[in-house]
């Protein structure tokens, strides 16, 4: 068994109220049906977010996303197996992928969902676990109008300010500034400004922010680290700042 249903089924702890609580069930039946009695002895809840609550949390929305255009393709699923074999590992992707296909089956009230995690989760878990969710957005190498809709519209019912949406989508959708935007700052800012907005956002999704969730969790956080050094460093050569 990988670690991934590990997660999932011996790790939630607050997931396993409200709504997503209801879409829980079925996933959660169907582990322990098949003789995973240790997992159901390990299943527990929790006021604190545990690797379970994020994993499932982030399938949730992902699927919410990938019924944007009410049509989910194979390739779809491919795109998002790839996303988890590249930060967690080919058996989890499996695991990540079966259970992904059972949420698919149910109605997602998104406005609930969103509410539930801005509830329980925080801000610095929040805003990597809609990083996740853009990069798995993006896996195919586009995102379509529909589902950046939904991504906006998940980004506002998560709390998310409009500069930290922006900041998050200039990864994945380059503009000509999409430097100052990954690092929520106008291209007018003074280079002190610059500098003072890298600290604050290098603070703001440092991997050490997750690190409570595992190391798989911080390892995969450190992509968007990476993107705001890069940022940074991009801004820096444009303006020759030492």
Partial sequence: MGKFTKWIAGGLGWVLLGPLGA??????????????????????????????????SLLVLTAAVMKADKVVVKAELDHVKRFFVTNFGTSEAKEALLMLRDILKQEIPVDAVCHQIRENMDKSTILQLYSFLFSIAKADGKISPDELTVLQNIALLLGLSNDEFNSIKAIYIPSTHWAYEVLEISPTASDEEIKKAYRTMAFKYHPDRVEYLGEDFKKAANERFQKINLAFETIKKERNMA
């Avoid at 079925?26 to 609550?53: C, H, M, P, W, Y």
């Fill in 23 to 56: 879409i829980t069930g079925f996933i959660i039946g169907s582990l322990i049906d098949v003789g995973n009695e240790e997992l159901a002895k390990e299943k527990r809840k929790t006021t604190q977010t545990t690797a379970g609550d994020f994993l499932f």
